[in-house]
């Protein structure tokens, strides 16, 4: 089982708010990244360092972090925003990365 | 365009061994550490094991699921990263990713900034 879990599935209204969680013991020492992973595809970096977006990626995500958990928020989702979405973090050792179960979004 | 390109990938007897190549361009390879990562059919990321650049040893961790199996290296020279997969099993089928480190060089991964394709690993008999 993994040491991060995320909600299996989460859905949103076009144009709304969503905020995708991911919980661990290992967030409260060490940063989550995100990454979102549309059908057939390789997935893709969306948040690093907790709240840091790589070039590319709407300002209309962000990260954010307390205590155990960490979460990823969608600022009016758009239709293009439906995918699965993983956190990552640093595992109990510190030495390694785990991935949560990932979190099927859906655009209604 | 930075560019990670996997290769390798294929249909393999259980118990026989495959080796992986991550052919990198665009960047200077040397400063950074690597990460490989897999996804089985229709399952979740796995995270396999990290190498680390050459200032800093270009040492290796591995997920306890492959450690003793699986190995990862590289050739600076080439910019290509390798898994050697060995003693493969059925659970071991999946699209296997190459990733680069958001850090650059360091001691440990800390998240993976840019991703190849994938390759198909099929373990079957």
């Known amino acids: 089982s993994s040491e991060l879990t995320q909600d299996p599935a989460v859905s949103v209204a076009l144009g709304q708010t969503v905020r995708i969680t991911c919980q661990g013991d290992?967030?409260?020492?060490?940063?989550a990244s995100w990454y979102q992973q549309k059908p057939g595809q390789a997935p893709v970096i969306v948040i690093y360092?907790?709240?840091n977006r790589p070039s590319g990626i709407p300002d209309r995500f962000s990260g954010s972090s307390s205590g155990n958990t960490a979460s990823l928020t969608i600022t009016g989702a758009q239709a293009e925003d439906e995918a699965d979405y993983y956190c990552?973090?640093?595992?109990?050792?510190?030495?390694?990365?785990?991935f949560g179960g990932g979190t099927k979004l859906t655009v209604l | 365009e930075v560019q990670l390109v996997e290769s390798g990938g294929g249909l393999v007897q259980p118990g026989r061994s495959l080796r992986l190549s991550c052919t990198t361009s665009?960047?200077?390879?040397?400063?950074?550490?690597m990460s490989w990562v897999r996804q089985a059919p229709g399952k979740g990321l796995e995270w396999l094991g990290f190498?680390?650049?050459?200032?800093?040893?270009?040492?290796?961790e591995y997920a306890a699921s492959v450690k003793g199996r699986f190995t990862i290296s590289r050739d600076d020279s080439k910019s290509i990263a390798y898994l050697q997969m060995n003693s493969l099993e059925t659970e071991d089928t999946a699209i296997y990713y190459c990733?680069?480190?958001?850090?650059?060089?360091?001691?440990?991964?800390?998240?993976?900034?840019?991703w190849g394709q994938g390759t198909m690993v099929t373990v079957s008999s």
């Open positions: 990733t680069r480190d958001s850090s650059g060089g360091g001691w440990y991964p800390e998240a993976f900034d840019i």
């Open positions: 665009r960047f200077t390879f040397g400063d950074y550490g």
């Open positions: 190498i680390r650049s050459k200032p800093y040893g270009g040492t290796t």
């Open positions: 290992s967030l409260r020492s060490y940063y």
């Open positions: 360092n907790k709240n």
């Open positions: 990552c973090s640093r595992d109990s050792s510190g030495k390694n990365l785990v």
